[in-house]
């Protein structure tokens, strides 16, 4: 499947309702695929591209497991975050960012790939983060969980590259998207501190990671990478 080869193709994005899951929705659209768009308030964004909304906790089992049988493209985008160190850390919210964005990407990862190896291949982007990657202050929790999620698509691009299924993550640095604001306006943290940890000085924009995701569903040699876009974040 080349960038535009995705027309046609049957995509389902979690997390679509908000964000960076809301401008890959919105780019899968535009380059001609049919979007699935999948959240816990998939409404606004279905309603605007036209597209079918999926009420979906990709926590839930009994809701992943028949919503996910037939695709060839899916997108785990939907994720919480946590914002304390581990001893800051209730048992719960632990418990809360491992079931959204660790165990909610292995359920759809799981009950999406049989229905894919039926029809003889498909895409799968996990959307993990920098927190995967390096040592983020007070974020002990969602940098252990999306560590998972970057280790979790190596394993499946290697158990299942035999049937034509490639998986790959992202990792973004800090994002303009509702959740950053809400790092802002609710926990207080500062838009100049989150600008200055990225060498490039700004945030970057859900655009910038749903080109990324677009490339990657269509990338015919590439499985198991793990993409950073993080104004250099990483590299500093
Ligand atoms: N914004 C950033 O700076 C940034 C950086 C790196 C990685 N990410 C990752 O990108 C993804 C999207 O982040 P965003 O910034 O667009 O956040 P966002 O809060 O704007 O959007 C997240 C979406 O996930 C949905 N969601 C949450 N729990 C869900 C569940 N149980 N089932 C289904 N949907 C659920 C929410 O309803 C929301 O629509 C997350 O996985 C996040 O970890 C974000």
Same mark, same amino acid.
């Given at each position: ?27 899968? #659209? $535009?380059? &001609?695929?049919?979007? @699935? %768009?999948?959240?816990?308030?998939? =409404? /606004? ?71 894919? #190896? $039926?029809? &003889?291949?498909?895409? @799968? %982007?996990?959307?993990?983060?920098? =927190? /995967? ?79 990324? %995701?677009?490339?990657?569903?269509? =990338? ?17």
């Amino acid at each position: 499947m080349s960038d535009m080869g995705i027309a046609g193709k049957r995509a389902l994005v979690t997390g679509a309702g908000s964000g960076i899951g809301a401008a890959v929705a919105r780019r899968f #659209a $535009a380059a &001609g695929a049919e979007v @699935i %768009v999948a959240d816990l308030e998939p =409404a /606004a964004v279905a309603d605007e591209l036209g597209m079918c909304g999926l009420q979906l906790d990709v926590r839930d089992e009994t809701q992943v497991a028949p919503a996910l049988r037939d695709l060839d493209v899916l997108v785990n985008v939907a994720g919480i975050g946590s914002t304390t160190s581990a001893p800051d850390t209730p048992l719960e919210v632990w418990e809360d960012v491992f079931a959204v964005n660790a165990r909610g990407t292995f359920l759809c990862c799981k009950h999406a790939i049989p229905g894919m #190896a $039926a029809r &003889g291949g498909g895409a @799968i %982007v996990n959307v993990a983060s920098v =927190a /995967a990657l390096v040592g983020l202050r007070n974020r002990a929790a969602y940098c252990a969980a999306k560590g998972a999620v970057v280790a979790l698509t190596r394993a499946l691009a290697v158990d299942h590259v035999g049937e034509g299924i490639r998986v790959n993550a992202v990792c973004p640095g800090t994002v303009d998207s509702p959740w950053v604001r809400r790092l802002v306006d609710d926990a207080g943290e500062s838009l100049d501190a989150l600008r200055a940890r990225q060498p490039m000085g700004r945030l970057g924009t859900p655009d910038e990671i749903a080109d990324a %995701v677009l490339y990657l569903a269509g =990338a015919e040699f590439v499985t198991g990478s793990v993409l950073v876009i993080d104004g250099g974040l990483t590299a500093a």
